[in-house]
């Protein structure tokens, strides 16, 4: 098992940077990738960023590249997603994921979550 908490969401005002953790802890040992989700209520949770085992690749949706950064740190079993230029429309509770896939704009290839933190950009 693996087990994944966020941090370091909050309420920021348009054009703030924000950075948000993912600490893991459990079976820490095997090779996952790992990636950033969001969820509106009402919507589906939808991919943001991913990155690969040993950040070998990096994976963003088209609505946030150039404006928010993936990495990892593997001796600290930590993922972090750095946000630039925050946009109302990016308010939503953000998940980190983990899992073995080749597909890591799936949500439904993970099997592994967070319990997710808000995000809440003011305009």
């Known amino acids: 098992q693996l087990h994944l908490v966020e941090s370091g969401g909050g309420l920021v005002q348009a054009g703030d940077s924000l950075t948000l953790s993912c600490a893991a802890s459990?079976?820490?040992?095997?090779?996952?990738?790992m990636g950033w989700f969001r969820q509106t209520p009402g919507k589906d949770r939808d991919f943001v960023a991913a990155i690969g085992v040993r950040g070998d690749f990096t994976n963003y949706a088209d609505s946030v590249k150039g404006r928010f950064t993936i990495s990892r740190d593997s001796a600290k079993n930590t993922m972090y997603l750095k946000m630039s230029s925050l946009k109302p429309e990016d308010t939503a509770v953000y998940y980190c994921?983990?899992?073995?896939?080749?597909?890591?704009?799936?949500?439904?290839?993970?099997?592994?979550w967070g319990q997710g933190t808000q995000v809440t950009v003011a305009s």
């Open positions: 459990g079976r820490t040992g095997t090779n996952y990738v």
């Open positions: 994921a983990a899992g073995i896939t080749r597909a890591p704009t799936l949500p439904e290839r993970y099997a592994y």
